[in-house]
């Protein structure tokens, strides 16, 4: 199975900070690659697939970048409803893998 | 809306079985391919299943092989998790998930977009 690194394990930043989250994969997945937001007691919420591709509604301040082996979420101009703990999940191959998460706090 | 309702979580001992149930409403059931994904108390995601359209395919989690079967009645929009020998590890919330693939420049990318509340499974003695 491709194991996904997710760097940092958690990190704090303040309001209007641009943040960037790493996501690494132990084989290279094309752009096959997805991120997810979760805050604690919801269901995780889907914001980008395909490495860069924003899912509808999702704001504009959420971008993502990569391809091959190293990815990277950037959150522009944090927010407070922003803390919440961010999932790369690699659909290259079967079984699907999630990263480890990466705990925001703002 | 599009929503997915899970049911069928609750409280077994090692060894045991359940059978997890998710309703699919406001989207084309049929056409979609569906998964189930799991988190463990205090723990990260992990993604255990998923199924065709027609249930032609479906892939699994090495840890759940031969113990878990995920299935679906596309006559009643629903989908399902059988769990059969039970580990204590297996304790989880399981959610449902609509599995989608998207085209952009004709390339194809998959995305978990659509996902239920979660039924949350407590396996022990």
């Known amino acids: 199975a491709i194991q996904m690194t997710q760097s940092p394990s958690s990190l704090s930043a303040s309001v209007g900070d641009r943040v960037i989250l790493i996501c690494r994969a132990s084989q290279g997945i094309r752009s096959d690659l997805g991120w997810y937001q979760q805050k604690p007691g919801k269901a995780p919420k889907l914001l980008l697939y395909?490495?860069?591709n924003i899912q509808g509604g999702v704001p504009s301040r959420f971008s993502g970048s990569g391809s091959g082996t190293e990815f990277t979420l950037t959150i522009d101009s944090l927010q407070p409803e922003d803390s919440a703990t961010y999932y790369c999940?690699?659909?290259?191959?079967?079984?699907?893998?999630f990263g480890q998460g990466t705990k925001v706090e703002v | 809306d599009v929503r997915l309702v899970e049911s069928g979580g609750g409280l077994v001992q090692p060894g045991g079985s359940l059978r997890l149930s998710c309703a699919a409403s406001?989207?084309?059931?049929?056409?979609?391919?569906m998964a189930w994904v799991r988190q463990a108390p205090g723990k990260g995601l992990e993604w255990v299943a998923n199924?065709?359209?027609?249930?032609?395919?479906?892939n699994y989690v090495d840890s759940v092989k031969g113990r878990f079967t995920i299935y679906r009645d596309n006559a009643k929009n629903s989908l399902y998790l059988q769990l059969r020998s039970l580990r204590v590890e297996d304790t989880a919330i399981y959610y449902c998930?609509?599995?989608?693939?998207?085209?952009?420049?004709?390339?194809?990318?998959?995305?978990?977009?659509?996902w239920g509340q979660g039924t949350v499974v407590s396996v022990s003695s």
């Open positions: 998930v609509r599995d989608t693939s998207v085209e952009l420049d004709k390339m194809w990318f998959d995305a978990l977009d659509t």
């Open positions: 999940l690699q659909d290259y191959s079967y079984p699907r893998t």
């Open positions: 199924i065709k359209e027609d249930g032609g395919e479906r």
């Open positions: 395909g490495g860069s």
């Open positions: 406001g989207f084309s059931f049929p056409t979609s391919w």
